[in-house]
Nanobody
């Protein structure tokens, strides 16, 4: 059974940091590129960051470049999203996606507010 379980969301003040984690199971994690998306109700889903299966290549949305970092630990079947210098407009539900399967996690809420 494929599972993606996100964690690490929460409430943080503007300028703060959070680290999201997504633990995968039920498939060969090291063979799948992984992507973080985010969505705000009423708005289009936004691709935030992507990492290749071995972690050698990453890409980011312009809105998060220089502030967010995607990484992965294939030994732990986990992909991370380090988010620094958070802004109120980063508020959203963040989802991790296994690209090889098109499978989504349940999401974790990130709220940036003073």
């Amino acid at each position: 059974q494929v599972r993606l379980v996100e964690s690490g969301g929460g409430l943080v003040q503007p300028g703060g940091s959070l680290r999201l984690a997504c633990v995968a199971s039920g498939f060969t994690f090291s063979r799948s590129g992984m992507t973080w998306y985010r969505q705000v109700p009423g708005k289009e889903r936004e691709l935030v960051a992507t990492i290749t299966p071995a972690g050698g290549s990453t890409s980011y949305a312009d809105s998060v470049k220089g502030r967010f970092t995607i990484s992965r630990d294939n030994a732990k079947n986990t992909v991370y999203l380090q988010m620094n210098s958070l802004k109120p407009e980063d508020t959203a539900v963040y989802y991790c996606v296994a690209r090889a399967l098109g499978f989504w996690g349940q999401g974790t809420q990130v709220t940036v507010s003073s």
